[in-house]
């Protein structure tokens, strides 16, 4: 039997929400099918920081590196998803220290109960810099939430990003978790080699894990 899947990437399309101001999808056809053409094909415009994605060093710090240049190993491997639903802002230690025992390199925090896939959401939840320090302290190497960002919707200092860059973690943003119980599995949430951008998209899934003894 195969692994389940989850697919934890909200869709992208015409209206899916972004940071106010960001640039919003748009999606036009250049070529359709039809006598004189054997293909569709389409133009599309989009900040990538839309959906599931992944942000690079560069984002936040003038001399990090740009999403096509970072090391892939953080986005694939062995993750805990933790509930915080409904708590913060922003996510403290108290929130997800219930479920740190013997910790995966990566985790995922969710806080909603149902994410708002089709709206911005100005109270998002984010993280307080401490918490992502105390993770990074056990070994975490990526951090993700359900949330459009890792700081609140109006900081303007990005404390929980300065962390992130301090520590050297990867980060991962605007995830659907809703579906997904507390617990272990792998991520698989590889960003695009865009060479020179300060993020990517991603298609973010979480695979079950093996069980002992199934080899499935």
Known sequence: ???????????????????????????????????????????????????????????????????????????????????????????????????????????????????????WDAQLAAFAPDTIERLARLGVTLIGIDTASIDPADSKTLDSHQAIRRLGLRVLENLVLDDVPEGDYELIALPLKLVDADASPVRAVLRELARPGTGA
């Open 1 to 119: 039997m195969s692994a389940r899947l989850w697919d934890i990437s909200p869709p992208v399309h015409e209206g899916a929400p972004v940071f106010p101001g960001d640039t919003p999808y748009r999606q036009r056809w250049v070529a359709t099918i039809g006598p004189d053409c054997p293909v569709n094909v389409s133009e599309i415009t989009l900040s990538p920081h839309i959906g599931a994605h992944a942000d690079a060093p560069a984002h936040y710090d003038p001399g990090g590196a740009t999403i096509g240049r970072v090391d892939l190993t953080p986005y694939l491997g062995p993750c805990r998803v933790i509930h915080a639903i409904g708590c913060g802002p922003p996510i403290e230690w108290a929130h997800v220290a219930h479920a740190i025992e013997a910790l995966a390199p990566r985790v995922l925090v969710r806080t909603y109960e149902c994410a708002p896939v089709d709206r």
